[in-house]
């Protein structure tokens, strides 16, 4: 990996994520993978591109400056007052417009504020409603809500179509738009509109917001020999929570080991790479990325902790929410022998996004790349399909049960009736 990169996923999480990512307000990972290192050898030179003709540009700019005058002051969004303000508010409308213009959800530039807080979103703290979002064939669409979030309290689920946010229709709103609608202050409400893939009938969905603080890693020793291990998602601190989770794992002198992935919208690559390299041999081939001829592809391969045996019993529970760096690592892990997948289709980001810092304070998320697995495919726009199909039903969420953890243990050759040893 070379030494300027830094990958994130991010997804859903969002413009999936990308992943636009919505955690609880804000776009994460996660939900989308997002890449930021030094620029690939863009230029980044003066001047209009060659052939390039841009005096409408500054037309339209300077038309602007004679003649426009607000329809309506009216508006809870705060607005520039000195002239200043007003041509750098421009200068950022220019910018997304013309990532508007290639039509790629998960391609869009963070002004200031949306930068500031996709930055605290990844170390895991933020406020919202906790829920990474994403556009998916043309629909704004809920990758996962946050366990524990309002959002998941307040009834959304994984795959649910946003038809509106308070009213207002999404339909062509870009991810980043809509994180902008749905974010804000602790307390306040948005009112989400959706329906859910095999519904007929849209529902309304109110939902308080809230400072999230995302639990990424958790555990769970059961009584009948099986450790279990969640990771809610792939942040910068994901790695080390999951060494002291082995650790425990370890200890507990259990043997067989289920890793949740549900509901992952992904984060960053780094993580899936780094976690996954505990049960990879030196140099196996995690993830690639294919650049189509734009530049070499690059391999990313595992740092070789391989420190458990071919005794190791593993499952990994994935499902729609599951996206970007939790289908990376879930697809190595299963391509490489180490574990069976368990759940339902996983979320389909098989795209990769670069953050390039445009100013000290703005980013912009392009996608430069398509996600390879192992064996050399890109990850299916339907998502990767689990060894064992196993459905989760509305039926079998208001009885608090849980049929995907249930079948993971039965595999492993548990009991699905025991509980908690902690």
Do not use: C
């Not at 060659?50 to 540009?57: N, Q």
């Not at 213009?101 to 869009?108: A, H, I």
């Not at 792939?234 to 370890?250: G, I, S």
């Not at 339907?382 to 953890?405: F, N």
Request: charged residues 25%; glycine residues 10%.
């Amino acid at each position: 990996m070379r030494s300027e990169e830094r990958k994130i996923i991010i997804s859903v999480a969002a413009a999936m994520i990308a992943t636009v990512v919505l955690l609880i307000g804000g776009f994460l990972g996660g939900y989308f993978l997002a890449v930021n290192q030094a620029h690939r050898g863009v230029g980044l030179a003066a001047g209009a591109p060659e052939g390039v003709d841009l005096s409408p540009v500054w037309k339209a700019w300077y038309t602007i400056d004679e003649k426009f005058v607000p329809a309506s002051v009216s508006t809870s969004t705060p607005m520039a007052t000195t002239t200043a303000e007003l041509n750098q508010e421009k200068v950022w409308g220019m910018i997304q417009g013309l990532t508007a213009s290639l039509n790629d959800p998960y391609t869009y530039f963070m002004p200031p504020v949306e930068n500031e807080q996709f930055a605290t979103e990844m170390q895991g703290s933020f406020e919202g409603v906790g829920m990474e979002i994403d556009v998916k064939d043309g629909i704004l669409t809920v990758v996962s809500p946050l366990k524990g979030s309002p959002a998941e309290r307040a009834g959304v689920r994984a795959g649910d179509h946003i038809l509106k946010i308070d009213g207002e229709t999404t339909e062509g709103m870009d991810t980043g738009s809509a994180v902008r609608k749905i974010r804000g202050e602790k307390g306040t409400k948005v009112v989400l509109t959706l329906r859910g893939e095999e519904d007929s009938q849209s529902r309304e969905v109110s939902v308080t917001r809230d400072v999230i603080n995302i639990p990424i890693v958790t555990t769970e020793s059961r009584q009948d020999g099986i450790f279990v291990i969640q990771i809610a998602e792939f942040t910068a601190n994901a790695p080390d929570l999951f060494r002291k989770a082995l650790r425990e794992f370890m200890e507990s002198g259990d043997s067989k080991l289920i890793i949740d992935l549900r509901g992952n919208p992904g984060g960053y690559l780094e993580g899936a790479v780094e976690i996954s390299s505990w049960f990879l041999p030196s140099g196996a081939i995690v993830v690639s990325e294919d650049y189509a001829g734009h530049a070499s592809n690059i391999d990313h391969r595992s740092y070789g902790y391989d420190i458990f045996t071919d005794k190791l019993q593993m499952i990994i529970l994935v499902d729609k929410g599951s996206a970007s760096a939790s289908e990376i690592m879930a697809g190595a892990l299963r391509h490489h022998g180490d574990a069976k997948l368990v759940g339902t289709n996983t979320f389909g980001k098989g795209s990769v996004q670069e953050l390039v810092p445009i100013t000290s304070d703005t980013s912009l998320k392009i996608t430069v790349a398509r996600w390879l697995g192992p064996d050399g495919e890109q990850i299916p726009r339907d998502g990767i399909a689990p060894d064992y199909e196993v459905e989760v039903t509305e039926e079998d969420r208001e009885a608090k049960k849980d049929p995907q953890l249930a079948k993971a243990v039965e595999l492993l050759g548990g009991n699905p009736a025991v509980g908690s040893a902690n």
